[in-house]
Protein backbone atom coordinates (compact mmCIF):
# COMPACT_ATOMS: atom_id res chain seq x y z
CA UNK A 1 0.00 0.00 0.00
CA UNK A 2 1.11 3.62 -1.03
CA UNK A 3 0.24 6.45 1.32
CA UNK A 4 0.51 10.02 0.73
CA UNK A 5 0.72 12.08 3.54
CA UNK A 6 0.42 15.41 3.83
CA UNK A 7 2.07 18.22 6.35
CA UNK A 8 4.47 15.26 7.72
CA UNK A 9 6.32 17.51 9.69
CA UNK A 10 3.17 18.23 12.03
CA UNK A 11 2.45 16.99 15.62
CA UNK A 12 0.42 14.30 14.30
CA UNK A 13 3.03 13.52 11.67
CA UNK A 14 5.36 12.84 14.37
CA UNK A 15 3.91 10.07 15.82
CA UNK A 16 1.82 8.66 12.80
CA UNK A 17 4.79 7.91 10.47
CA UNK A 18 6.81 5.84 13.42
CA UNK A 19 3.52 4.15 13.88
CA UNK A 20 2.76 3.47 10.55
CA UNK A 21 6.19 2.22 9.70
CA UNK A 22 5.88 0.06 12.78
CA UNK A 23 2.33 -1.51 12.72
CA UNK A 24 1.99 -1.81 8.57
CA UNK A 25 3.83 -2.88 5.60
CA UNK A 26 2.89 0.95 3.71
CA UNK A 27 5.41 2.95 1.29
CA UNK A 28 5.03 6.10 3.09
CA UNK A 29 5.43 9.13 0.45
CA UNK A 30 6.10 11.79 2.86
CA UNK A 31 5.22 15.45 2.00
CA UNK A 32 6.83 18.71 3.75
CA UNK A 33 8.25 22.42 3.59
CA UNK A 34 11.06 20.88 5.99
CA UNK A 35 13.31 18.12 5.95
CA UNK A 36 11.95 14.81 7.86
CA UNK A 37 13.71 14.61 11.23
CA UNK A 38 14.77 12.24 13.21
CA UNK A 39 12.58 9.78 11.14
CA UNK A 40 13.00 7.36 10.28
CA UNK A 41 14.49 6.06 13.09
CA UNK A 42 15.59 2.31 12.48
CA UNK A 43 17.73 1.50 9.00
CA UNK A 44 14.89 -1.49 8.01
CA UNK A 45 12.34 1.20 7.59
CA UNK A 46 14.81 3.70 5.18
CA UNK A 47 13.54 1.99 1.96
CA UNK A 48 9.97 2.24 2.89
CA UNK A 49 9.79 6.50 3.27
CA UNK A 50 10.32 8.66 0.65
CA UNK A 51 10.54 11.80 1.41
CA UNK A 52 9.48 15.29 -0.90
CA UNK A 53 9.90 18.90 -0.01
CA UNK A 54 7.69 20.46 -1.62
CA UNK A 55 5.65 23.80 -1.32
CA UNK A 56 2.40 22.18 -0.82
CA UNK A 57 0.96 25.66 -1.86
CA UNK A 58 1.79 24.94 -5.14
CA UNK A 59 -1.17 23.61 -6.49
CA UNK A 60 0.28 22.01 -10.23
CA UNK A 61 3.52 21.12 -8.38
CA UNK A 62 1.25 19.37 -5.92
CA UNK A 63 -0.75 17.85 -8.40
CA UNK A 64 2.25 17.14 -10.31
CA UNK A 65 3.30 14.85 -7.42
CA UNK A 66 0.57 13.43 -5.70
CA UNK A 67 -0.35 11.92 -9.63
CA UNK A 68 3.10 10.68 -9.78
CA UNK A 69 2.72 8.35 -6.63
CA UNK A 70 -0.52 7.30 -7.50
CA UNK A 71 -1.71 7.01 -3.73
CA UNK A 72 -4.15 4.14 -2.30
CA UNK A 73 -4.10 6.20 0.48
CA UNK A 74 -4.23 9.96 1.00
CA UNK A 75 -3.66 11.45 4.40
CA UNK A 76 -3.72 15.10 5.09
CA UNK A 77 -2.50 16.49 8.04
CA UNK A 78 -1.68 19.92 6.59
CA UNK A 79 -3.67 23.35 7.85
CA UNK A 80 -3.00 26.45 9.37
CA UNK A 81 -3.47 25.43 13.10
CA UNK A 82 -2.54 28.86 14.58
CA UNK A 83 -6.05 29.97 15.80
CA UNK A 84 -4.84 33.77 16.01
CA UNK A 85 -3.27 33.87 12.74
CA UNK A 86 -6.14 32.53 11.47
CA UNK A 87 -7.54 35.39 12.38
CA UNK A 88 -5.11 37.87 11.77
CA UNK A 89 -4.11 36.14 8.09
CA UNK A 90 -7.52 34.98 6.88
CA UNK A 91 -6.20 34.49 3.09
CA UNK A 92 -3.77 32.29 3.76
CA UNK A 93 -6.19 30.56 6.76
CA UNK A 94 -8.41 29.67 3.39
CA UNK A 95 -5.51 28.92 1.34
CA UNK A 96 -3.98 26.23 4.03
CA UNK A 97 -7.30 25.03 4.99
CA UNK A 98 -9.89 24.66 1.92
CA UNK A 99 -8.22 25.74 -1.48
CA UNK A 100 -5.34 23.15 -0.53
CA UNK A 101 -8.11 20.68 0.55
CA UNK A 102 -9.63 21.37 -2.41
CA UNK A 103 -6.88 20.76 -4.74
CA UNK A 104 -5.89 17.12 -2.39
CA UNK A 105 -9.46 15.93 -3.15
CA UNK A 106 -8.53 16.24 -6.75
CA UNK A 107 -5.38 14.89 -6.71
CA UNK A 108 -7.35 11.50 -4.65
CA UNK A 109 -10.52 11.80 -7.22
CA UNK A 110 -7.94 11.65 -9.96
CA UNK A 111 -6.19 8.49 -8.47
CA UNK A 112 -9.03 6.75 -7.11
CA UNK A 113 -7.53 7.54 -3.45
CA UNK A 114 -9.15 7.19 -0.13
CA UNK A 115 -8.31 10.14 2.23
CA UNK A 116 -8.61 10.91 5.61
CA UNK A 117 -8.61 14.37 6.79
CA UNK A 118 -8.30 16.05 9.86
CA UNK A 119 -11.05 18.64 11.58
CA UNK A 120 -11.50 20.33 14.38
CA UNK A 121 -13.92 20.86 17.65
CA UNK A 122 -13.94 24.33 16.63
CA UNK A 123 -16.31 24.23 14.31
CA UNK A 124 -18.92 24.18 17.37
CA UNK A 125 -19.69 27.71 19.33
CA UNK A 126 -18.73 26.19 22.79
CA UNK A 127 -21.99 26.40 24.10
CA UNK A 128 -23.20 23.30 25.30
CA UNK A 129 -20.65 20.37 24.07
CA UNK A 130 -19.68 17.90 24.18
CA UNK A 131 -20.87 17.63 20.49
CA UNK A 132 -21.42 14.53 18.79
CA UNK A 133 -20.75 13.85 15.22
CA UNK A 134 -24.58 14.69 14.16
CA UNK A 135 -24.48 18.04 16.14
CA UNK A 136 -25.32 21.20 13.89
CA UNK A 137 -21.71 22.87 13.62
CA UNK A 138 -21.44 27.24 14.19
CA UNK A 139 -18.03 28.40 14.18
CA UNK A 140 -17.01 31.85 16.33
CA UNK A 141 -13.88 32.26 14.78
CA UNK A 142 -12.02 32.46 10.85
CA UNK A 143 -10.00 28.69 11.90
CA UNK A 144 -13.45 27.52 12.98
CA UNK A 145 -14.98 28.52 9.49
CA UNK A 146 -12.32 27.34 6.86
CA UNK A 147 -12.04 24.28 8.75
CA UNK A 148 -15.36 23.61 8.17
CA UNK A 149 -15.41 25.05 5.03
CA UNK A 150 -12.45 22.31 4.26
CA UNK A 151 -14.68 19.76 5.27
CA UNK A 152 -17.48 20.86 2.63
CA UNK A 153 -14.79 20.39 0.13
CA UNK A 154 -14.01 16.27 1.16
CA UNK A 155 -17.76 15.32 1.68
CA UNK A 156 -19.21 16.82 -1.85
CA UNK A 157 -16.21 15.87 -3.41
CA UNK A 158 -17.57 12.25 -4.05
CA UNK A 159 -13.73 10.99 -3.51
CA UNK A 160 -13.93 7.79 -0.64
CA UNK A 161 -13.03 9.69 2.67
CA UNK A 162 -13.31 9.53 6.38
CA UNK A 163 -12.82 13.25 8.59
CA UNK A 164 -11.59 13.35 11.84
CA UNK A 165 -12.50 15.87 14.26
CA UNK A 166 -10.10 15.96 16.65
CA UNK A 167 -8.94 18.75 19.86
CA UNK A 168 -6.43 19.82 21.81
CA UNK A 169 -3.99 17.05 20.57
CA UNK A 170 -0.74 16.92 22.76
CA UNK A 171 2.21 14.88 22.29
CA UNK A 172 6.45 15.16 22.17
CA UNK A 173 7.56 15.82 19.41
CA UNK A 174 10.81 17.83 18.39
CA UNK A 175 9.94 20.62 16.51
CA UNK A 176 6.13 21.09 17.07
CA UNK A 177 5.84 22.88 20.67
CA UNK A 178 2.47 22.06 22.53
CA UNK A 179 0.28 22.91 24.92
CA UNK A 180 2.12 20.77 27.37
CA UNK A 181 5.66 22.08 26.41
CA UNK A 182 4.38 25.54 26.68
CA UNK A 183 3.78 24.36 30.60
CA UNK A 184 6.64 23.02 30.80
CA UNK A 185 8.83 25.54 29.69
CA UNK A 186 7.17 28.23 31.71
CA UNK A 187 7.91 25.98 34.93
CA UNK A 188 11.34 25.58 33.84
CA UNK A 189 11.94 29.40 33.61
CA UNK A 190 9.86 29.75 36.71
CA UNK A 191 7.72 32.43 35.16
CA UNK A 192 4.38 32.41 35.55
CA UNK A 193 1.41 31.37 33.32
CA UNK A 194 -2.60 32.45 32.57
CA UNK A 195 -4.39 29.83 31.76
CA UNK A 196 -8.06 29.72 31.14
CA UNK A 197 -10.11 28.15 33.70
CA UNK A 198 -13.53 28.46 30.92
CA UNK A 199 -12.07 26.56 28.07
CA UNK A 200 -13.13 23.17 28.20
CA UNK A 201 -12.50 20.04 26.06
CA UNK A 202 -10.68 16.91 26.52
CA UNK A 203 -7.29 16.21 25.31
CA UNK A 204 -5.97 14.25 22.67
CA UNK A 205 -2.85 12.24 23.39
CA UNK A 206 -1.58 12.18 19.74
CA UNK A 207 -0.50 8.11 19.77
CA UNK A 208 -4.54 7.71 20.25
CA UNK A 209 -5.36 10.45 17.34
CA UNK A 210 -2.92 8.66 15.42
CA UNK A 211 -3.64 5.31 15.83
CA UNK A 212 -7.17 6.31 15.12
CA UNK A 213 -5.90 7.31 11.75
CA UNK A 214 -4.30 3.92 10.98
CA UNK A 215 -7.20 2.06 11.76
CA UNK A 216 -9.02 4.05 9.78
CA UNK A 217 -7.32 3.80 6.56
CA UNK A 218 -6.78 0.37 7.15
CA UNK A 219 -9.85 -0.38 7.22
CA UNK A 220 -11.22 2.14 4.67
CA UNK A 221 -13.91 3.27 7.70
CA UNK A 222 -16.29 6.07 5.68
CA UNK A 223 -17.72 9.34 7.33
CA UNK A 224 -17.36 11.67 10.14
CA UNK A 225 -15.34 10.12 13.64
CA UNK A 226 -14.31 12.12 16.45
CA UNK A 227 -11.54 11.43 18.36
CA UNK A 228 -10.58 12.69 21.98
CA UNK A 229 -9.25 11.99 25.26
CA UNK A 230 -11.51 10.44 28.04
CA UNK A 231 -11.12 13.25 30.16
CA UNK A 232 -13.43 16.75 29.44
CA UNK A 233 -11.34 19.41 32.23
CA UNK A 234 -10.85 23.17 31.91
CA UNK A 235 -7.31 24.33 30.20
CA UNK A 236 -6.31 25.20 33.90
CA UNK A 237 -6.72 21.99 34.99
CA UNK A 238 -4.68 20.06 32.32
CA UNK A 239 -1.91 22.24 33.28
CA UNK A 240 -2.26 21.32 37.15
CA UNK A 241 -2.15 17.63 35.72
CA UNK A 242 1.12 18.50 33.97
CA UNK A 243 2.54 19.85 37.23
CA UNK A 244 1.21 16.73 38.89
CA UNK A 245 2.97 14.21 36.73
CA UNK A 246 6.31 16.10 36.05
CA UNK A 247 6.24 17.49 39.98
CA UNK A 248 6.82 20.89 39.32
CA UNK A 249 5.33 24.09 40.93
CA UNK A 250 1.37 23.92 40.43
CA UNK A 251 1.29 27.76 42.08
CA UNK A 252 3.27 29.04 38.40
CA UNK A 253 -0.29 28.50 36.83
CA UNK A 254 -2.79 30.89 37.62
CA UNK A 255 -6.35 30.19 36.41
CA UNK A 256 -8.01 33.24 35.00
CA UNK A 257 -11.32 33.62 32.88
CA UNK A 258 -10.90 33.51 28.60
CA UNK A 259 -11.94 37.30 28.81
CA UNK A 260 -8.89 38.58 31.23
CA UNK A 261 -6.47 36.25 27.89
CA UNK A 262 -7.35 38.74 25.06
CA UNK A 263 -6.87 36.39 22.69
CA UNK A 264 -7.38 37.37 19.24
CA UNK A 265 -9.78 34.93 18.05
CA UNK A 266 -13.11 34.19 19.86
CA UNK A 267 -12.58 30.81 21.69
CA UNK A 268 -15.35 28.56 21.92
CA UNK A 269 -15.55 27.86 26.12
CA UNK A 270 -18.02 25.01 26.48
CA UNK A 271 -16.61 22.12 23.75
CA UNK A 272 -15.48 18.89 24.10
CA UNK A 273 -16.10 15.86 21.66
CA UNK A 274 -17.98 13.09 22.29
CA UNK A 275 -16.17 9.93 21.15
CA UNK A 276 -17.97 7.14 21.31
CA UNK A 277 -18.71 6.53 17.57
CA UNK A 278 -14.82 6.07 16.81
CA UNK A 279 -14.57 4.26 20.17
CA UNK A 280 -16.78 1.49 18.71
CA UNK A 281 -15.82 1.44 15.39
CA UNK A 282 -12.15 1.48 15.92
CA UNK A 283 -12.35 -0.79 19.18
CA UNK A 284 -10.18 1.62 20.98
CA UNK A 285 -10.41 3.55 23.86
CA UNK A 286 -8.93 6.82 24.45
CA UNK A 287 -6.50 8.26 26.89
CA UNK A 288 -7.02 9.98 30.31
CA UNK A 289 -4.82 13.33 30.58
CA UNK A 290 -3.02 11.38 33.22
CA UNK A 291 -2.08 8.41 31.25
CA UNK A 292 -0.86 10.64 28.11
CA UNK A 293 1.06 12.48 30.32
CA UNK A 294 2.68 9.32 31.90
CA UNK A 295 3.71 8.59 28.05
CA UNK A 296 4.69 11.88 27.45
CA UNK A 297 7.21 12.13 30.31
CA UNK A 298 8.38 8.54 29.09
CA UNK A 299 8.93 10.08 25.61
CA UNK A 300 10.31 13.08 26.86
CA UNK A 301 13.31 11.43 29.18
CA UNK A 302 13.31 8.39 26.37
N1 LIG B 1 -3.11 20.33 17.24
C1 LIG B 1 -4.36 20.42 17.68
O1 LIG B 1 -4.59 20.70 18.87
C2 LIG B 1 -5.51 20.13 16.76
C3 LIG B 1 -6.81 20.22 17.28
C4 LIG B 1 -7.89 19.99 16.44
C5 LIG B 1 -7.68 19.66 15.12
N2 LIG B 1 -6.42 19.59 14.63
C6 LIG B 1 -6.25 19.28 13.21
O2 LIG B 1 -5.39 18.16 13.07
C7 LIG B 1 -4.58 18.32 11.92
C8 LIG B 1 -3.11 18.16 12.30
O3 LIG B 1 -2.81 19.11 13.30
P1 LIG B 1 -1.35 19.24 13.92
O4 LIG B 1 -1.48 20.02 15.16
O5 LIG B 1 -0.70 17.92 13.92
O6 LIG B 1 -0.69 20.16 12.81
P2 LIG B 1 0.59 21.14 12.98
O7 LIG B 1 1.59 20.51 13.89
O8 LIG B 1 0.13 22.51 13.27
O9 LIG B 1 1.19 21.08 11.52
C9 LIG B 1 0.48 21.47 10.38
C10 LIG B 1 1.40 21.33 9.19
O10 LIG B 1 0.81 22.02 8.09
C11 LIG B 1 1.82 22.52 7.25
N3 LIG B 1 1.67 23.96 7.14
C12 LIG B 1 1.16 24.82 8.05
N4 LIG B 1 1.20 26.07 7.57
C13 LIG B 1 1.76 26.01 6.33
C14 LIG B 1 2.04 26.95 5.30
N5 LIG B 1 1.76 28.24 5.45
N6 LIG B 1 2.60 26.50 4.15
C15 LIG B 1 2.88 25.20 3.98
N7 LIG B 1 2.62 24.25 4.90
C16 LIG B 1 2.07 24.66 6.05
C17 LIG B 1 3.16 22.20 7.91
O11 LIG B 1 3.58 20.97 7.35
P3 LIG B 1 5.16 20.61 7.20
O12 LIG B 1 5.76 20.87 8.53
O13 LIG B 1 5.14 19.18 6.85
O14 LIG B 1 5.69 21.48 6.11
C18 LIG B 1 2.77 21.98 9.36
O15 LIG B 1 3.67 21.17 10.04
C19 LIG B 1 -4.94 19.68 11.32
O16 LIG B 1 -5.90 19.49 10.31
C20 LIG B 1 -5.58 20.42 12.46
O17 LIG B 1 -6.51 21.37 12.02
C21 LIG B 1 -5.32 19.82 15.43
Known sequence: MKILILGAGSLTGGSLIPMLLDETDAVLYTVSAKPLLPWPKKPEHL???????LNILDKQALREYGTSVMPDVIVNLAAMT????????KQLAWQMNVTLVENVVRIARITD????????????????????????????????KSK????????????????????????????????????????????PIKVATDQ?????????????????????????????????VSRYDFALQIADVFKSDPLLIQ????????????????????????????????????????????????
Open 47 to 53: NRVVHKS
Open 148 to 191: LAGETAVTTSGVAHAIIRTIVVYGYNVGRPDFVRWVLDAFDKET
Open 200 to 232: IANATYVDDLSEAIMIMLLERKLGLYNVGGADL
Open 113 to 144: AYLVHLSTDYVFDGTKGPYAETDTPQPLNYYG
Open 82 to 89: NVDQCETD
Open 255 to 302: GVPTSELLQTATRPLLGGLVTLKAESALRMKFRTIHSGLLSYRHELFE
